[in-house]
């Protein structure tokens, strides 16, 4: 989430965690977990396409900031506890 803020595409594994925090093509690359290959050839791709890695920086900010802001992830979390009071 802090790279994406900052701007940063992702490539990462296709994994808990990271596939909750990647909006998947629009702000990064997932891959097979353990696919290395794969990630290597993401980030090369990344790399050389300055057009796409703008794209996905600038996708990445906005997916954060609707997605993750802190009274949204707040929320959401009073949602899960308010729904286990008996």
């Keep these: 989430l802090e790279a994406q803020l900052c ?11 990271t596939i909750d925090a990647v909006d998947e093509p629009n702000t990064g690359l997932l ?6 290959a794969a990630l290597a050839a993401g980030i090369a791709r990344l790399l050389a396409d ?3 890695r703008r ?4 996708a ?15 929320a959401a979390l009073d949602e899960v506890y308010q729904s286990l009071v008996v």
């Design 60 to 74: 990445g900010q906005d997916w954060v900031r609707s997605n993750f802001a802190q009274q949204r992830v707040w």
């Design 7 to 17: 701007g940063v595409p992702i490539v990462g594994f296709r994994a808990t965690g």
């Design 31 to 36: 891959v097979e977990i353990g696919d290395t």
């Design 55 to 58: 794209t996905m920086g600038r």
């Design 50 to 52: 300055d057009d796409l």
